[in-house]
């Protein structure tokens, strides 16, 4: 029992370090495409939001004034 669970600990381990890596001054530029963001399209993710926001009667998080009638 002992060492299944050093050998999960381990395996963890091994899977836990192995996203630690340094990126390569040569990779930085695959990292900066547009692509790679994680919102790609800053301007439809905030008017899909105000949509969002104004159709369901609500703010909050966002950043968004108002409520619910579509107005701000």
């Known amino acids: 029992m002992n060492k299944k669970i050093t050998i999960s600990v381990l395996t963890l381990a091994a899977l836990v370090l192995n996203g630690c890596s340094t990126v390569k001054p040569w990779e930085r530029d695959?990292?900066?495409?547009?692509?790679?963001?994680?919102?790609?399209?800053?301007?439809k993710t905030a008017f899909d939001d105000h949509i969002y926001f104004s159709k369901?009667?609500?703010?909050g998080g966002r950043g968004f004034g108002g409520g619910g009638c579509g107005c701000n």
């Open 30 to 43: 695959l990292l900066a495409k547009p692509q790679m963001a994680l919102d790609s399209d800053p301007l």
């Open 56 to 59: 369901e009667a609500s703010s």
